[in-house]
């Protein structure tokens, strides 16, 4: 009996310990058992308390008293599957007659306080059956990506989201996308798992940084273009908007319209195309984009109206030609001049890092979802990295990306540079592989050796 004892307090011992410092081995060792259980014996007490049960149909009420039996009780969604995942559980029900998806959706946060989770969503999968996500612990505290991801071309796993799922950037679903952040909120660390996503995939990157490329300049090895000032920004987007112009004419001379060709083998984009003549997808990034749109005198503002010309057209016509845009900045509002708006409307994918008002967010969610907005001006200062990512549909996720340094970034660039195709529209942009460092400036004043 001794030996038991001592057992019993070294695991409670260990599952404590796993708790406080490895919450992700506590769930898979201990806590997710122990949720199953609670789950299953709370369930149909705490359905009914938060109002997700129906009362008796009629033909039970009226085989109750014809049989001389105790009234039926009202019964809860039926439980079609309960399993653990690696961060939570996942609860499909089959909702009764009378309920609906926004039922379960407005009791998640009571759901959550009953069954003891950290959190829990809920999405319906289709009629009538609903998916309660729930989550163990703060899954964005300690970002870990699963070791196996949905692999698909230009669908890059970028960010973990709060109820355990992983965060995809799909460009082939969402074209062109608007990343917006306060300083030291976590934005570069998200371009930069984006770069480092889409660096083994046969995908072109091109790169507008006006910070005299301190953020993309150290990638250039996996860049097929790079422009660090706003007049090669403009000649760039320029040369995009040609090569994109031929990708069309390509599409027009192979898109099979005939009557022996099915409709579904017609080609309308590059996708439709074959693989030996397929062009290669480009991606854009914008770093800065209130660097673009700025201007302090007549001709600055004559090429800011052609810069923003080329992105408008880049945004509208490019998703065929394969070309996406993902555009970043602190701030992107109607401020920033004539064409900003009707640049924003075609930016599909909107994520949102800490901002500094509520202006900012309602440039990303103002015309999405209120809910998105409010979720945005809350992300606390030292959670560096968190966000919030939405879509036109009006659905929005808590997301965070997982900490890569910039030495990392670089790694993985230069370790698949074999991968950076050569366009000859972009030739001229192209960065030199073996470029050397300019000569070190001096920002500081040397002291006189008389003095």
Known sequence: MTWFMVAVVVVVAAAGLLRWRRPAWYWLTFGSMLAMLRVMFRYASVMEACGLTVPPSRWRLALARIANRPVPESRPPRILRLRPTRTGLVLRLKLRAGQDAFDVASATDRLRHSFGMYGVTSREVRSGVIEVRMTGYDVLARVQMPAQVDRAPM???????????????????????????????????????LVAGLAPMDVALVGIDCKQGVELFPLARRFSALADNPDTALELLEALVAHMEEVYQLIRAEQRISVAVPDAEVAADIWDLPEDIRPVPVVVLVDEVAELALFASKEEEKRRDRIITALVRLAQLGRAAGIYLEICGQRFGSELGKGITMLRAQLTGRTAHRVNDETSANMAFGDISPDAVLAAIQIPAEMRGVAIAGDSTGGWHRIRAPHTSLRQAVNICNKHADRAPELPALAAFRPAAAALPPARVSLTKTASATA
Not at 163 to 180: E, I, K, Q, W
């Open 155 to 193: 669908r890059v796993p970028v960010a973990l989201r709060e109820d355990g799922s992983v965060h995809y950037r799909d460009y082939r679903a969402v074209p062109h996308g608007l990343t917006l952040g306060a300083t030291e909120s976590g934005k570069s660390v998200y371009q930069r798992n």
